[in-house]
């Protein structure tokens, strides 16, 4: 059974601290990873990760994958009381026949104190 | 914004009912996916239809069912509810199906609440 592990589940930090979320994958087929970001509602997309050791940047944010160890994570710096919110990690899976959707991990769910 | 619309937002009903939720995805998206949040499971996949057909199949019950029309919106049909179906129901879209990543444009949910 295809699995993506988020950890940890839960992290609470001041405004200012660096925090690295991980996540660890065991699926057939994969494809990409990805991140979400979910505050009130809707995912919404951060990365797509697709090679090995090619880190992904987008402001304070950055994120790399590690194929061989089938993990990836996501790095902060800086952390602003807005980086609140669940972070999520999912596996693009494909089989031949069409897109499987997304595999989600459980997510971590990060507070940014002031 | 997204541009993928979802209805209703909210729908309280009791158990051993019907709903219908409805989901409109992007302009020129032809593959509509449909996840389920809740606590305890997280977010899953439970289906996916590409240009009015099926294509993959998630973790959907029995009970439920989706169909994806000539105009691209697409209905999850839940019958026969029960309290463990109460959770938040995204619809995501993109531009296609193809063996490479297409980014998922995630509606804003509908939240079931089975009473």
């Known amino acids: 059974e295809d699995k993506v592990v988020q950890s940890p589940l839960s992290l609470v930090v001041h405004e200012g601290d660096t925090v690295t979320l991980n996540c660890s994958y065991e699926v057939t087929n994969f494809r990409s990873l990805l991140w979400y970001k979910q505050e009130k509602k809707a995912p919404t997309f951060l990365f797509m990760l697709?090679?090995?050791?090619i880190e992904k940047k987008s402001g304070r944010l950055s994120s790399i994958l590690d194929k061989k160890e089938l993990f990836s994570i996501l790095n902060i710096t800086a952390t602003q009381t807005g980086d609140s919110a669940i972070y999520l990690c999912a596996v693009f899976l494909y089989s031949g026949g069409g897109a499987d959707g997304l595999t989600f991990g459980k997510g971590t769910h990060l507070i940014i104190q002031p | 914004d997204s541009g993928v619309t979802q209805t209703p937002k909210h729908l309280i009903t009791a158990t051993g009912q019907r709903v219908t939720l409805r989901c409109s995805p992007r302009s020129g998206d032809l593959s509509v996916y449909w996840y389920q949040q809740s606590l305890d499971q997280g977010l899953q996949f439970l289906i996916q239809?590409?240009?009015?057909?099926?294509?993959a199949k998630g973790n959907i019950l029995e009970r439920f069912s989706a169909q994806q029309f000539p105009d691209l919106h697409s209905e999850l049909n839940l019958s026969s509810l029960e309290l463990g179906d109460s959770a938040l129901y995204f619809c995501a879209s993109s531009v296609d199906q193809g063996s490479a990543y297409n980014e998922q444009f995630f509606g804003p949910g509908t939240r079931l609440t089975v009473l």
């Open positions: 697709t090679s090995s050791g």
């Open positions: 239809y590409y240009n009015g057909e099926e294509r």
